[in-house]
């Protein structure tokens, strides 16, 4: 970072300083509690030397605060993927069921959003199609931010909901549906070649956010990639050229999740085992009628605060999902 050039490359500099300032981060936490840990020690000693029972209490309250600490940062080992530490892709699909499964889409994508807030994580929509009356058809939004992927990725799979529909005039109860995509952002020089012969790439007027010459210039793009016939969209820039780098992204990134299920297959064939399909196997339930309670179906994990985990909370649903894969 001192050297004079460093800057020259500004997309890669802005890398390399978040990683500084990450890594600076953990060592001055690590400091942090070795200090206090030794302070704690010198004010037992003292407390015996003195033999002032009275200060037990105090030293007790210290301990207990100094484990839950050290109980947080333990957590972090949990992340051992190799992409876990970077940024994350996330698209929500709307299943089978009209404006209900679409406001749930929409509700999930809140649920993240706030999650990604309080992680403070910075995010980004980068493809929508919105439902007629409610929520989402399918929604695409890059997440930024320090383990973003080794939080979410316990979010991708089938997330079904039942209540009362808010939609409905007889206010029957309905089950609905909606599949969550969590993919890594791969860096360009890793991992998924990308010949440019295999692509075809199509613009068109934006119909998403931007200002008000997004809709006038053709600054959407759609690229697919013809050997394998997958398609992304990106239209919330203004700038043509940066629709085309984030599409790049996302393309990257679901080649990249495509090749290693073929390779997961290839050996399950060898192994002679099958394992059903992701879609209408769901991961998590969210009952809201006739009773409360989110349960995920991985784990065993459940809770009734139905209200806290629509809103973001989903921090123990992630320990025990990313336990899980310890076992």
Request: hydrophobic share 35%; net charge negative; glycine share 6%.
């Amino acid at each position: 970072m001192n050297s004079a050039d460093f800057w020259k490359n500004t997309e890669e500099a802005k890398k390399v300083s978040a990683e500084h300032g990450s890594l600076s981060h953990k060592v001055k936490t690590f400091e942090d509690l070795e200090d206090e840990a030794e302070a704690l020690y010198d004010f037992e000693k003292e407390a015996v030397m003195l033999a002032d029972e009275s200060l037990n209490e105090e030293i007790e309250k210290k301990i207990v605060e100094l484990q839950a600490r050290i109980g947080k940062l333990e957590f972090f080992l949990l992340f051992s993927g190799k992409y876990d530490k970077g940024n994350a892709i996330i698209s929500i699909h709307a299943g089978a069921g009209g404006t209900e499964a679409q406001d749930w889409a929409g509700m999930l994508l809140r649920m993240i959003l706030r999650f990604c807030e309080n992680k403070e994580f910075k995010t980004k929509i980068l493809d929508e199609h919105k439902g007629s009356e409610a929520g989402y058809k399918s929604v695409t939004l890059s997440v930024e931010g320090s383990y973003a992927y080794g939080y979410l990725k316990s979010e991708s799979g089938v997330h079904r909901l039942v209540r009362i529909s808010p939609f409905d005039a007889e206010k029957m109860r309905h089950t609905s549906f909606a599949m969550v995509e969590v993919l890594p952002e791969i860096p360009e020089t890793e991992e998924v070649e990308i010949d440019p012969k295999d692509l075809r790439i199509d613009t068109f007027l934006s119909g998403g956010h931007g200002g008000q010459s997004v809709q006038t210039t053709y600054s959407a793009v759609r690229i697919v990639h013809i050997p394998t016939n997958t398609t992304v969209t990106c239209q919330n820039e203004r700038s043509q050229l940066k629709n085309k780098e984030t599409a790049m992204k996302v393309l990257r990134a679901k080649l990249f999740k495509k090749y290693e299920e073929e390779r997961k297959k290839e050996v399950e064939d060898i192994r002679g085992e099958r394992v059903s399909a992701e879609w209408g196997r769901q991961i998590r339930s969210y009952v809201l009628h006739p009773y409360k309670m989110v349960k995920d179906h991985r784990t065993d994990y459940e809770t009734q605060d139905t209200d806290a985990v629509l809103d973001g909370d989903l921090d123990k649903f992630i320990e025990e999902y990313l336990k899980s894969l310890k076992k």
